[in-house]
């Protein structure tokens, strides 16, 4: 009954690979938001999508990129990995677009790029 | 540059004592929100405070908001060791929900 779950929780990887996050919500919201949390607990937007469309897109490298198949999922697929992609990445969702309303976060996805 | 800014970055209290983090913000707010996270996982919303509002209670959780000064605070009455945990406030700028660097308090039994 996990309302927002991502996998996977741990995900450690060499430098130039290439990896997919995956998040699921069952909340029946219809945006979906990325976020990265880095070592000093700075947590900055990504991206977020409103029953799959992307809504808004942060400065990220476009080696980010989010993947919505539909308004329940949005994947993370980023090319070939740097250190400083290290961070925890959170998906979030909530009931309208905007942020008026309550976000709902998801565990985290602990990357570490070796 | 983040939005919200917490102070103090770190609180360590005892079990049964009140712990107040504050948040200052720098552009016009529709509202704003306090979250948690506890170590190792996600963060959980606690409470949203709208821009015409000026104090909201949730449970042991007392929030204020100064549109005037830009800021906000966070009151925890009667801590337990389970209120051990970051705390951030997130305010809306452009459209997205920008979060400061966070208030790790620390309540020891």
């Known amino acids: 009954d996990t309302a927002v779950s991502q996998t996977p929780k741990y995900l450690v990887t060499q430098m130039g690979n290439d990896k997919s996050i995956k998040c699921e919500q069952n909340l029946g919201h219809d945006t979906m938001y990325w976020y990265k949390q880095d070592s000093k607990k700075f947590l900055k937007i990504m991206f977020s999508?409103?029953?799959?469309?992307?809504?808004i897109n942060e400065t990220v490298p476009n080696r980010f990129s989010p993947k919505s198949p539909d308004k329940a999922h949005l994947n993370l697929h980023i090319n070939s990995l740097e250190l400083g992609d290290s961070a925890v990445y959170f998906c979030a969702s909530s009931q309208l677009q905007g942020t008026k309303e309550t976000q709902y976060f998801g565990p985290g996805t602990r990357l570490l790029v070796l | 540059s983040q939005q919200g800014e917490e102070d103090p970055q770190a609180l360590s209290i005892q079990e049964g004592e009140n712990a107040t983090m504050n948040c200052s913000y720098k552009t016009s707010i529709n509202n704003l929100q306090w979250y948690r996270q506890n170590s190792g996982r996600g963060l959980v919303h606690l409470i949203l405070i709208r821009s015409n509002e000026r104090e909201k209670h949730s449970g042991r959780l007392r929030v204020t908001l100064d549109t005037s000064k830009k800021s906000s605070s966070l009151l925890i009455t009667a801590s337990r060791a389970a209120d051990t945990a970051s705390y951030f406030c997130a305010t809306v700028s452009w459209g997205k929900l920008q979060f400061g660097a966070g208030t790790q308090v620390v309540v020891t039994p």
């Open positions: 999508y409103n029953n799959k469309e992307l809504i």
